[in-house]
């Protein structure tokens, strides 16, 4: 497998998500029943909500090389179903009447300084990647096995929330990578009119009147040339030199 093609797999909101997935489909099968839970809906709700976390920080990683605003588009789906599923556990305290751990609280520090250790497969990447992802999964058992709902609840609140904090920052990051290089389609765009350019210059085109650059033939959209042909300066946004074609 190539490393380009799975590079989520070295994310650490990747990894985080798949934690927070499984202990909330081991959270749904130890506390939902047919008690608290008659319809089953709220085992769906949650399981699939914590689903949806490393499926689109995934799929939005593998669009990274073709379409950075579905990038981060997919990556903010995931911070909203963590939010959903945020509010789903915090819903589970207060029912019981009960609240959710004081960021003062011994239990919520000793969860939030926990670190996540750094990837090291460079092969064999799916079997590597699951014990890795075990691993960091068994560093919250004291809590997540402590056979308390509370106990579980509180700590799934907290990595849900710290992981809604992990992913804000790599959509910054993607964001600020996207001012930078632009998306797909600014891609695309720059390299067709790169190639219009280069082939006026080859079919003897004028140049613009205002900079110099070679120009290339448009078709006007409005107005009353609406349809008609024009020549337009290639360096267009940034130069409006025309000339008609005569």
């Not at 650059?213 to 042909?229: C, D, L, Q, W, Y």
């Amino acid at each position: 497998m190539e490393i380009t093609r799975f590079g989520f797999y070295w994310l650490d909101t990747w990894v985080l998500a798949n934690v927070i997935q499984l202990a909330t489909q081991d959270f749904c099968m130890a506390y939902l029943n047919q008690h608290n839970d008659p319809c089953g809906r709220q085992y769906d709700q949650m399981t699939m909500a914590a689903r949806s976390a490393p499926a689109n920080i995934a799929e939005g990683s593998s669009r990274h090389a073709t379409s950075k605003e579905t990038e981060m588009k997919l990556t903010d789906v995931a911070r909203a179903t963590l939010a959903e599923l945020a509010n789903d556990y915090l819903n589970w305290l207060l029912r019981q009447e009960s609240i959710p751990w004081s960021m003062q609280s011994a239990d919520y520090q000793a969860v939030s300084s926990i670190h996540l250790d750094r990837p090291e497969y460079k092969d064999d990447i799916l079997h590597k990647s699951s014990i890795h992802i075990l691993a960091q999964k068994h560093k919250f058992d004291k809590w997540l096995k402590s056979g308390d709902s509370l106990t579980a609840a509180n700590c799934l609140l907290v990595l849900c929330n710290r992981l809604i904090q992990m992913i804000s920052r790599q959509i910054e990051r993607q964001l600020e990578t996207f001012k930078v290089e632009g998306g797909f389609t600014e891609g695309l765009t720059a390299e067709r009119l790169a190639f219009r350019a280069q082939q006026s210059v080859q079919a003897g085109a004028p140049t613009c009147p205002l900079c110099g650059k070679p120009m290339i033939k448009r078709v006007a959209k409005k107005g009353t040339n609406s349809g008609k042909e024009f020549w337009s300066c290639s360096a267009y946004p940034t130069c409006n030199g025309t000339r008609r074609i005569s």
